[in-house]
């Protein structure tokens, strides 16, 4: 990914469903104007789900999401449809192809994306070899209610009604929802308090940084930024306090104490956790802290896959701060990037990072799974602000 490149988790992302050899990856071919899926008659080329970010022309920056048939058979097979349905935990609009009449195990999958409460397209992808097409499209939504779109991907007919489809079923609040909400607005001075410690990558901000001083740049806020040794020094150069002081969570406590009274502080954790995720739901799993006891287990999900460097937050910081109010016996376990557990019975409390890796549409369905099983779950920035008592002072 180049600089100048939309971050893949802000992207639209859109996953092709269908059974085996009905055309998937030849109608992300037809629709991106490019060879990007593998496209073969023989059953199961598709394995894992292949994710290419692309750029559509009245969609813009997006994910297409190629993933195994669901009919797939054997062992092997198994696994290639379990990866289909995480993929449908990542998916904000998908697209169902079909080459012949319904099966049942179309509509179970149908029923499977309704469930989810994704939007659906239905694709007929007619080879050139189907004379019903007529009688196919009436089949179906005499079944499903819904409405065909017909097309040829391999000669790239019905493309531009398909086109037309998709970005109407763009979900509405999908560009609305903002990094800093109206915590400030333009003109507002906002203090960025930075830690660059040793695991910030060498000579650039980490993503959320990035984002978020994207976004002060468009609203045209006056964005300052130090580190938490330079912050003193930040404030007394200004004419009067910020409006807002952004910080990394680690940084919490001692940039509150610093943090003039007329000023909002928050962090870029809890930020993206109303960015990313359900705010309400996290500051509700935080009250769950007050019932853990040493024989309590906690999951720490890190959607990051690097491996963890000198004090981090994730493996240390925050276990540290859990152990210190409730005992050393508290039991722990930290998983990375996509390992995130289905059963999730074992579990007293779930801990999210931001999520800055991951689309919105999968940190919901984690904060869904979790809701489902009756597991509170909150975030990073939120747990060390309420582990330092401050979290009534943190605006979000």
Known sequence: MSLNDTPRANRLHIGIFGRTNSGKST?????TEQDIAITSPVAGTT???????MEIKGIGPCVFIDTAGFDDEGELGKLRIESTKKATQ?????LFVISDYLAQNDLDWLKLLQN????????LNNKGKNDNVKNIEKDFKNITGLELVTVNAKDKRGLEELRT???????????????????????DVVLLVMPQDISAPKGRLILPQVQTLRELLDKKCISISCTTDKMKEALNSLKKPPELI???????SEVFKLKPKESKLTSFSVLFANYKGDINEYMKGANAIESLNENSHVLIAECCTHVPVGEDIGTVKIPKLLRKKVGDSLKITNVRGNDFPKDLSEYDLIISCGGCMFNRKYILSRIDSAKNQNIPITNYGIVIA???????NVSF
Do not use: H, M, W
């Open 27 to 31: 109608l992300i071919n037809a629709l």
């Open 47 to 53: 394995t894992d789900a292949v994710f290419k970010s």
């Open 90 to 94: 990542k998916t904000d609009i998908a």
């Open 116 to 123: 989810k409460k994704i939007p659906i397209i239905p694709v």
């Open 165 to 187: 489809r998709l970005i109407a079923a763009i979900p509405e609040d999908y560009d609305s929802i903002s990094i800093t909400n109206n915590l400030c607005k333009e003109g």
């Open 246 to 252: 952004i910080t990394d969570s680690q940084a919490f």
């Open 386 to 392: 309420y582990l330092n008592g401050i979290l009534e």
